[in-house]
């Protein structure tokens, strides 16, 4: 049984100043993402395109549906770089095992099986959320509020950021919560992917997260007249309102992740 998630970036990050205080944020679902095919095996295996490999999130999400399964993992997406993709194939896993093994979940239970799968593994939190419903999602810290969008998006992929350091970082989170709160004050008054590129921005530019490659990158897309953000955490630019200055293109999903005919 296969299973397709969009992958899930983030273009604005807004943490709780205190514990149990409240978050924001703004993030996208890209058709690009990832596919996960469930066979029934004594024992739970994950591969990524065929090659093993250590999965902790989509063994977990199968341990807690009481299932044993092999699992490919196909990536449409670089991993690791801010795309979500191991919210994506945790999220399909769960779809694909919940019907070949006909356990009788209902949406919101896989759900919540994925979202605490990630949780527990380190890996992520709210992409499952975005990856579960698609479109444009954003919460200045009121509620979240959604937008479906027919947008192309260029993307272009340095390699990964270490999450768990950016959020070790007592500074950065500081900063982090103050201007992403400014900025997605700023993005709630026209939520479209253009003003978040334009907030993703201005977060980088105060925040000094930026590398090198990324700085250059988004030069490129200001030049030719669009507009440039970058995925949280990775070393990814997002852009809108160009045509073949990034090399890698997907649209905006408004469809979350589904159950896949068989090929």
Do not use: K
């Not at 007249?225 to 070393?235: N, Q, V, W, Y």
Request: net charge negative.
């Amino acid at each position: 049984m296969r299973a397709h998630a969009p992958g899930s970036v983030t273009g604005l990050f807004a943490p709780a100043t205190e514990e149990g205080g409240t978050a924001g944020g703004a993030s996208f679902a890209t058709e690009d993402g990832v596919v996960v095919e469930v066979a029934p095996a004594p024992e739970t295996e994950v591969t990524v395109d065929g090659e093993p490999a250590p999965f902790e999130p989509v063994e977990r999400v199968l341990a807690a549906l009481e299932v044993t399964a092999a699992v490919d993992v196909r990536p449409e997406v670089p991993l690791g770089s801010g795309f979500g993709a191991s919210g994506a194939a945790t999220l399909a896993a769960a779809l694909a095992a919940n019907e070949r093994f006909d356990l009788g979940r209902d949406r919101g239970a896989l759900l919540d099986a994925a979202y605490e799968a990630e949780v527990a593994a380190g890996t992520g939190e709210s992409d499952v959320i975005i990856q579960d419903r698609g479109g444009l999602l954003w919460n200045t810290g009121d509620g979240v509020r959604r937008e479906e969008l027919d947008v192309g998006v260029e993307y272009a992929s340095g390699g990964g950021i270490a999450t768990s350091e950016m959020l070790a970082d007592e500074g950065f989170m500081s900063t982090a919560s103050r201007v992403g709160f400014e900025q997605l004050s700023r993005f709630d008054g026209a939520p479209t992917l253009r003003s978040l590129a334009e907030c993703s921005r201005a977060f980088l530019r105060e925040t000094g997260i930026a590398t090198s490659y990324v700085e250059r990158e988004i030069d490129r897309v200001e030049t030719a007249g669009g507009a440039a953000g970058m995925a949280l955490f990775g070393e990814t630019v997002f852009a809108v309102d160009v045509d073949d200055v990034l090399p890698e293109r997907t649209t905006v999903s408004n469809e979350g992740a589904r159950l896949l005919d068989d090929e």
